[in-house]
């Protein structure tokens, strides 16, 4: 497993030549889901710091506000101290590390299924379990990504990082800083949509990630390479959209 690992991510044409239907794929899985449960955990000390607390209660108020509701400094003082409690912050801890976990089985199957299809589109027929392996092996691309930007998150003074928080998208762009052409921009030049489909057309281990794919379904697969290309557009044109649609539908994103 680790041989193909390396093998994939150092020489993907290659590396990938050793993924096929009968690759083991349970224990790349659970690898992959504790490595991510472990970067989101690096979270810990910036989740139960104050000043995460207060840009919690501010982007409480401002959806529910955003909703018609209107609130009082004494319910707004009640909600900090119901965010501030520690069984509050024990199950935001928890629940994020764990979701994290969760979150990455489905991504795969996700890929998994997106692989599958493109492979027949590509005029190859594949088992799902050698498309989903094609996904769970170029997939540390993507852990690295993630532990980058929680080293920035960490390494930041929480109260610079939470102050412009107003939304649940703020706050989702304070923990998970983009490493794409959206760093040097904000949701204020573009607005939040625009600003979502920037980061998200040039996030650099997105765009690595479909890369290793490219080459899975060209090596692993057996999909000819000029229709690899247009699979892997239509799997970065699939990848934008799963992260730009869930913004139109947050209150004050449009």
Known sequence: M????????????????????GTKVGMPTLICALLAMVITALLVPVMTHP??????????????????QEFSEAQVSQMEQQLSSPGMRTWS??????????????????VGLLVWVGARMGGVTVRF????????????????????????????DPYTLFQNVRTSLDLGYALQPPLSMAAVLS?????????????????????????????????????PRRKAV???????????AFSVVPVLFVPGAV
């Open 2 to 21: 680790w041989k193909s690992w390396k093998s994939v991510l150092f020489d993907p044409f290659n590396g990938f030549k050793m993924i096929s239907t």
């Open 51 to 68: 000043a995460y607390a207060e840009a919690l209660v501010r982007m409480q108020v401002q959806t529910l506000e955003a909703m018609g």
């Open 93 to 110: 801890i928890v629940s994020s590390v764990v979701g994290s976990g969760i979150s990455v089985v489905i991504g795969l199957i996700l």
């Open 129 to 156: 379990r050698h498309a989903y392996a094609v996904g769970v092996f170029a997939y540390p691309v993507l852990l690295l990504g993630s532990l980058i930007r929680e080293i920035l998150v960490v390494s930041a």
């Open 187 to 223: 949701p204020s030049d573009l607005g939040h949509v625009g600003y979502a489909l920037v980061n998200a057309a040039t996030d650099i281990f997105s765009i690595l990630y479909l890369v290793l794919l490219y080459a899975g379904l060209v090596s692993s697969v057996g999909v």
């Open 230 to 240: 247009l699979v892997t557009v239509l799997f970065y044109v699939v990848f934008v």
